[in-house]
C-alpha cells in the first residue's frame, strides 16, 4: 500500500477560520486522513497522509468548495510517498 504525504501552506486572510475548522476535520475524518490541519487569520498550513484517491479528493475540496470563498483555489501541494502510515492521529486542526 502506498500512502501519499500531503504538505501545504499558504499566506491568506481568513476571517472564518473557526467556521471552517470543524468543516474541514469533518472533511478529513469522512476520508480517513490523518495529519494536522493548521487555520489562523493569516493562512493555512497542513499536513495529511492517507491513500492517493483519499487526498486527491481532498486537495479537490480545499482548492473547489465554495466555502473557502476561492482561497485556496492556487494552493500548491507537495507530495510523497511513503509505505506506511506517518501519522498515528486522526486528522485534527487548530
Known amino acids: 500500500m502506498s500512502i501519499v504525504n500531503l504538505s501545504a501552506y499558504k499566506f491568506v486572510t481568513i ?9 474541514i476535520v469533518d472533511r478529513c475524518t469522512a476520508l480517513g486522513l490523518r ?3 493548521l487555520l489562523a487569520p ?7 497522509a492517507d491513500e492517493p484517491e483519499q487526498i ?8 473547489t468548495d465554495p466555502l473557502f470563498e476561492g482561497k485556496f483555489a492556487d494552493l500548491v501541494f507537495k507530495e510523497s ?3 506506511t502510515q506517518p501519522f498515528g492521529k486522526r486528522c485534527s486542526s487548530s
Request: glycine content about 14%; aromatic content about 14%; charged content about 20%.
Open 15 to 23: 476571517e472564518s477560520g473557526a467556521d471552517w475548522r470543524s468543516l
Open 35 to 37: 495529519g494536522t490541519i
Open 42 to 48: 493569516e493562512g493555512i498550513n497542513l499536513f495529511v
Open 56 to 63: 486527491g479528493t481532498f486537495m479537490d475540496y480545499l482548492r
Open 81 to 83: 510517498v511513503s509505505a
